[in-house]
């Protein structure tokens, strides 16, 4: 069993920067693929992001291509998504996941969520 609980999100100016975390409980964090998801009011929830387990490799939807980065310290079981360059149109409730395994765009392929953080982008 993982548990998740993101923090960092809030309100920013358009072209401001934020930093949201992902601290997860057990010992086997290494074992788990992270991404970011977000979901927009009446909209679907989308992939934003993920990277392994080891944190060689990650993948980013193209609309955060270039101003997000995903990264991930095992030592301290947290993963981070660091968002630069925000637009109104990234304003989201922002959640992680954990995977076990190899990472995915897929969010029903994900093994457990966090409970959102709301990143507001003001224009």
């Known amino acids: 069993q993982v548990q998740l609980v993101e923090s960092g999100g809030g309100l920013v100016q358009a072209g401001g920067s934020m930093r949201l975390s992902c601290a997860a409980s057990g010992r086997t964090f290494s074992s788990y693929a992270m991404g970011w998801f977000r979901q927009a009011p009446g909209k679907e929830r989308e992939f934003v992001a993920f990277?392994?387990?080891?944190?060689?490799?990650?993948d980013y939807a193209d609309s955060v291509k270039g101003r997000f980065t995903i990264s991930r310290d095992n030592a301290k079981s947290t993963a981070f998504l660091q968002m630069n360059s925000l637009r109104p149109e990234d304003t989201a409730v922002y959640y992680c996941a954990a995977k076990w395994g190899r990472g995915s765009i897929v969010a029903d392929r994900y093994d457990y969520w966090g409970q959102g953080t709301q990143v507001h982008v003001s224009s």
């Open positions: 990277i392994s387990g080891s944190g060689t490799t990650t």
